[in-house]
């Protein structure tokens, strides 16, 4: 079936806005118009990601940050028509299609991911609330944890990076991230070890275990020598998670 004729000048119009340089516009437009378009367009998605990765767009001089935001806007095919999810489809770009230059810094992946992880709590939607037990025993009861969280492994210290600090090489082990969305709705980062980052996984993963049985399994994966010092520093630690509002308290009638 061919395609309508409108169609066509559609597809050449936007074709001519994504890279003007490949492109010819339609016929019969005048390029006073189209510069104005032309403009609009990549202003428009210039915006949503210099607000969206403040820390990435410093490490970039004008040039270098147009002509990266110019090749995402070229070359990339966006599966989402929200302008919500431009900061998304921008990370997809970076970590699958992006062809980076010998300065490009070596965290560029990780760090925009990094960054987009705050835009995706900062906007995710107040989950329907479940029954629990804010002051619930969170040794012998079920830790509930807030779906309003994230635990992120990285090779880089992306939260460190800046203007100012600019690694060349990763650091020998990974970097543990927690990020979560607390109770006056801003978005926090802490640095974890790794320790717990398996326990926040164990808890994802075991729902209706109780925190001592939680502990012990991290025991016994680690190889722990001292069972009863683990569980007490294991108890500190939730108590942490949930005054921070990682953990909402525990699942009612899951006392163990």
């Known amino acids: ?23 010819p516009p339609p016929g019969g437009i005048e390029e006073r118009r189209l510069a104005v378009y032309r403009k609009l367009f990549f202003n428009n998605i210039n915006g949503f990601l210099e607000k969206g990765f403040p820390v990435l767009r410093s490490l970039h001089d004008e040039p270098a940050w147009r002509a990266l935001v110019r090749a995402f806007f ?31 810094p070596p965290f560029l992946v990780e760090l ?13 939607q ?5 029954p629990v037990q804010p002051d619930g025993d969170l040794l012998h009861g079920a830790p509930c944890l807030s779906p309003l969280h994230r635990v992120l492994g990285y090779r880089w210290p992306v939260h460190r990076i800046g203007p100012d600090h600019r ?6 082990q990974p970097v543990w991230l927690l990020i979560y969305r607390d109770q006056a709705e801003s978005v926090a980062f802490m640095e974890i070890n790794a320790a ?12 209706d275990a109780s925190g001592e049985q939680l502990l012990a399994r991290l025991g016994e994966e680690m190889g722990h020598p001292a069972p009863a010092a683990l569980r007490t520093f294991g108890a500190d630690l939730l108590a942490g ?15 163990h």
Do not use: C, K, N
């Open 241 to 255: 998670l949930r005054q921070r509002g990682v953990i909402l308290g525990t699942r009612p009638g899951q006392d």
């Open 1 to 23: 079936m061919m395609e309508p004729e409108f169609q066509r000048i559609q597809r050449q119009f936007a074709a001519h806005l994504r890279d003007p340089e490949r492109h």
């Open 196 to 207: 717990t980052a398996r326990l926040l996984a164990l808890t994802e993963a075991h729902p």
């Open 112 to 124: 925009a991911h990094y960054e987009w992880m705050e835009v995706v709590l900062e906007t995710a």
């Open 167 to 172: 690694p060349t090489t990763p650091p020998e």
């Open 74 to 104: 070229h070359d990339h095919g966006s599966r989402s028509p929200y302008f919500l999810d431009i900061a998304g489809e921008f990370v997809t770009f970076l970590s699958e299609e992006y062809q980076p230059g010998d300065d490009a």
């Open 126 to 130: 107040e989950p329907a609330a479940v």
